[in-house]
């Protein structure tokens, strides 16, 4: 496939001023760090904040991209719009346009988006990749190692593992599934199993790992947050 791509990287984020700075700082660098042939912006949505999300955003990202804001409390709408305005702002055909999704409580390493351009210009159409805990201090002492013990990777380095903080589709593909829908959480299970049903080629790679907030309380019902916390209750219940 030739011609140049366009990436648009992707952010829901509400009541993040505590991490936003940091996440906004590493996408920066790896839009940095794409080939002078690549062009990327950023779209964050501020979703509910009460805080100063939108600020801090808007300072940060400046003529990079554009800071949208919804009163939706959902992050499948606040993702859905993310790739709409994307979407609708392009120029280019949609065939040449990768979003990459990622959380505003994340931070993604400076190769992310050149890693994730070379499996789509090798024809893959959409991309999950893995996530690492930055701190596990709001948890018991044991909640480190059930978590790597169970946050299982295959040897060819592919995994189960779906996260929308870490998952990167084809412009055209996201649209011929229908996007995201307006869901309170799986939002991003769902996308991927109506990718994998089209036949669409999908990769689950660990070469793509982002590192994620290890808070008991996350933004999100039944969230990764969530599922972290709940190796506390696992411990506790024996």
């Known amino acids: 496939m030739s011609g140049a791509w366009e990436v648009a990287v992707l952010i829901p984020a509400r009541n993040e001023e505590a991490l936003l700075g940091r996440c906004l700082e590493s996408v920066i660098r790896a839009i940095e760090a794409l080939r002078v042939t690549i062009s990327a912006n950023i779209v964050l949505v501020s979703d509910s904040s009460t805080d100063r999300t939108a600020e801090i955003a808007h300072r940060l990202i400046g003529g990079r991209g554009n800071v949208l804001q919804t009163g939706a409390g959902t992050v499948g709408t606040a993702r859905a719009l993310a790739a709409s305005y994307a979407i609708a702002n392009t120029t280019a055909p949609l065939s040449r346009v990768w979003l990459a999704n990622t959380d505003a409580d994340c931070v993604v390493p400076s190769a992310w988006l050149n890693d994730q351009i070379e499996l789509a210009s090798s024809g893959i159409e959409a991309v999950a990749g893995i996530v690492a805990v930055d701190s596990f201090e709001e948890h018991g002492p044991q909640v480190a190692s059930r978590f790597r013990a169970s946050y299982s990777i295959h040897a060819d380095g592919t ?6 903080a870490n998952l990167g589709v084809r412009a055209d593909r996201y649209l011929e599934v229908g996007g995201w829908r307006q869901l309170k959480t799986a939002e991003d ?38 599922a972290l916390a709940a190796h506390n209750d696992a411990v506790a219940g024996g």
């Open 159 to 164: 995994h189960p593992h779906i996260h929308g």
């Open 189 to 226: 299970h769902d996308l991927w199993r109506r990718l994998r049903r089209t036949g669409f080629r999908l990769l689950s790679s660990a070469q793509l790992q982002v590192v994620t907030s290890g808070r008991r309380t996350g933004r999100a019902p039944d969230g990764f947050s969530g």
